[in-house]
């Protein structure tokens, strides 16, 4: 039983997230938008919806007329969708509010309303992804990573088919003095299964450390590609490269490609002739890193492509992602946990979500153009500009680097002000007009806030996301 109090302090959470959601609702609310809602939230694992109360910050009370029996909605609501939602009136010191308690959807199931199997996308609702479907669908099956790759295989196969050198280097040990003492680590990570004297390898350990992803069937089409182009589009290839080795064997040989690919600036010092590359090599490993983990790796029809253009690099991984996209710096939700984990361990991929901090950090301290983060129907992509100076961006370029340069302060419990975008850019105090009407853009496209709203100062005023 929900009491006052309680109504209190859920409000006081920082942001909406996947188990709740406020609706104002003064008056009324629409019955077939509360179904909907009902839905999505069911789908993404149960929730409470709140009728009566503010969704912006700071979030208030107003109290709700809507649904004055809920023993009725309740009803309607079981007859709808055939699940039932636990209906509760609140008597708060503001006002009225209804809590709908939304239970979450059994596993390996989704619920539908009109045919579609609705999700939560920001402030919208919306059909869920195929993979997220196929993920859903899944459930109860076997983790993927703990299928066989290859079932049978003797210790000499073992040895022969996987990198287990690049295993111990990795985890920084000394590689032991016998082979089954060797398998033996191997099999306590899963990268290996004993069965009756003979080893079976999983997904796990060949995507590793695959000595060639080529002998193991259907997971070489999980080899990530590196393509080359003359210019700013597709038109002229000038070379391709298709990955063999496992991610974390292969790993530094991948980078190490891709970075000799990268257009580089000549810069000539008193002495010596050297060569600056475009992009800071630890943004592109981050970038490639979190690719290769958080791909759908049960979509065969895709694979991790890197594209490399005279002014941009594409990194692309099938797979739509378990966050929106303007929370990425900050927020975390993996897909692979068992691969993160170990590519973690291997001091590949950073701690949970400071990989896409650090991009964004280094994109500004390279002068370079904000990352842009996209989503299309079954993939993700994060673009990485070349320099480009401030009197060339547009305004959603501008948008987009004056929202990321806020979320990095505030994770740093730091506050943006028009000093530091000036600073992010490298502008002189004679653009703060400029700088001004970034912010107000940023402002009205609802991607930054007041920080404190009561202070009317332009000069003096501070900003952080709209999520903070």
Request: contains cysteine; aromatic residues 10%; glycine residues 6%.
């Amino acid at each position: 039983m929900l009491l006052a109090q309680d109504i209190d302090r859920i409000i006081a959470a920082p942001r909406e997230h996947e188990r709740l959601e406020f609706k104002e609702a003064k008056q009324q609310y629409d019955t077939e938008t509360l179904f909907k809602y009902c839905v999505a939230l069911s789908n993404e694992g149960g929730g409470l919806l709140l009728l009566g109360i503010t969704d912006k910050q700071p979030r208030k009370v107003v109290g709700t007329a809507a649904f004055p029996n809920p023993d009725k909605i309740k009803s309607r609501i079981f007859s709808k969708l055939k699940f039932r939602v636990e209906v509760e009136e609140v008597t708060h010191p503001d006002g009225r509010v209804l809590a709908f308690n939304i239970p979450p959807r059994p596993a390996g199931t989704a619920f539908t309303y009109e045919g579609a199997y609705l999700m939560r996308v920001g402030e919208s609702l919306m059909p869920m992804s195929e993979d997220m479907l196929r993920r859903i669908f899944v459930e109860g099956n076997p983790d993927f990573l703990l299928r066989y790759a290859r079932a049978g295989a003797s210790a000499e196969d073992v040895v022969m088919l996987l990198d287990t050198q690049s295993y111990f280097d990795l985890m920084q040990l000394p590689y032991p003095a016998t082979r089954d003492a060797a398998l033996a680590r191997l099999a306590q990570e899963q990268l290996i299964v004993e069965a009756e004297g003979l080893w079976n390898i999983t997904n796990l350990g060949a995507l590793l450390f695959a000595k060639d992803l080529r002998q193991f069937g259907q997971l070489s089409r999980k080899a990530p590609r590196v393509v080359v182009y003359k210019g700013a589009n597709k038109l002229e290839t000038v070379r391709e490269q298709i990955g063999a080795k496992g991610y974390a064997a292969g790993f530094e040989g991948l980078v190490g490609y891709i970075n000799s690919q990268l257009p580089a600036n000549e810069v000539i010092g008193q002495a010596l002739r050297t060569e600056t590359r475009m992009y800071p090599e630890i943004a592109i490993r981050e970038l490639v890193a979190n690719a290769l983990v958080h791909q759908d790796l049960e979509d065969f029809g895709s694979f991790v492509m890197l594209e490399i253009y005279c002014d941009r690099i594409e990194i692309t991984n099938p797979g739509t992602p378990l966050i929106p996209t303007d929370r990425f710096i900050d927020e975390y939700k993996s897909r692979n946990e068992r691969l993160t984990d170990l590519m973690r361990r291997f001091r590949i991929c950073e701690e949970k979500s400071s990989g896409i901090d650090k991009v964004v950090a280094f994109a500004e301290a390279w002068q370079l153009p904000a990352p842009d983060f996209r989503t299309g129907e079954q993939h993700t992509s994060v673009v990485l500009f070349a320099h480009k100076s401030f009197d060339d961006m547009d305004r959603k370029e501008r948008v987009r680097a004056c929202y990321q340069h806020a979320c990095l302060l505030y994770v740093s419990n730091q506050k943006m002000t028009n000093q530091s975008l000036r600073e992010r850019f490298k502008l002189a105090e004679s653009k703060a007009e400029a700088i001004s009407r970034i912010i107000s853009d940023a402002v009205n496209d609802g991607k930054i806030k007041l920080d404190d709203p009561e202070n009317r100062s332009r000069r003096y005023a501070k900003y952080i996301p709209f999520w903070g």
